[in-house]
């Protein structure tokens, strides 16, 4: 099945979403500078939700040896990210999935399991299911990086200050990059119209939920690495 909101945003996502996203370009370095293997080490890779892969050439510039399989809901995003690794096709492996299905069965182990602001777009109960699974398709001493938005509680009167802050840094950033803010206005006018049941609704969970979710899950470890606001970055191990 095609998305509607990424297939039409696939072909600006690279243009668009780090200034959409404050930290965007900061987060992925610091997942990159947390990836815990030598350069010239063998590993494999299980992206959920790899965009434009983003994230995957990082890994595969820095780290010759390492195979990643990738799943994106959006047959156009893979389309981007297939085109932007071409170089790479040899270790890379794409594959169109709704993550509310879970994971295939018949996936082989992993290393190192990354996913990036996807994993909120899934009901409670699929989060649930995808953390179990992924705990199941990880090694022994294996990593699970998970960055996603999260609501936590805050003072009323400190919420309104960040969200007037997000909005000045946001014009502030289109503004310096010499993009229309209209873009911005254009996507956030496309997530306000996508549909209760669509698989691209965001459905964001508490983070003390997430802890919970991921210790029930079998991990034995769980560190929370950095947050801004509603972006949070665990690190789990098995």
């Not at 690794?85 to 018949?106: I, V």
């Not at 995808?130 to 400190?158: A, C, H, N, Q």
């Amino acid at each position: 099945m095609n998305s509607t909101l990424f297939s039409t945003y696939a072909q600006d996502y690279d243009r668009l979403q780090p200034l959409r996203v404050e930290m965007y370009q900061f987060y992925h370095e610091l997942a990159l500078d947390m990836v815990p293997f030598d350069t010239d080490d063998e590993f494999r890779v299980l992206e959920l939700g790899c965009g434009t892969g983003n994230f995957l050439q990082r890994v595969l510039e820095k780290f010759p040896k390492a195979r990643c399989v990738s799943f994106d809901y959006s047959i156009e995003m893979l389309e981007h990210a297939s085109q932007k690794l071409a170089n790479y096709s040899d270790r890379t492996e794409f594959y169109q999935r709704d993550l509310h299905d879970g994971l295939p069965s018949e996936l082989e182990s992993f290393d190192l399991v990354s996913s990036f602001s996807t994993i909120h777009h899934l009901f409670d109960d699929n989060k649930i299911r995808l953390f179990r699974e992924i705990y199941d398709v990880l090694r022994s001493d294996g990593w699970f990086f998970l960055i996603d938005p999260m609501s936590t509680r805050f003072d009323e009167d400190v919420f309104r200050q960040f969200r007037r802050r997000q909005h000045l840094r946001l014009d502030s950033r289109f503004k310096r990059a010499g993009a229309d803010i209209k873009d911005a206005e254009r996507i956030n006018t496309m997530v306000s119209q996508i549909s209760d049941d669509s698989p691209e609704k965001d459905r964001i969970a508490r983070f003390t939920q997430h802890i919970e979710w991921l210790k029930d899950a079998g991990f034995r470890s769980i560190d929370h690495i950095w947050h801004l606001f509603m972006e949070h970055f665990i690190i789990s191990r098995k």
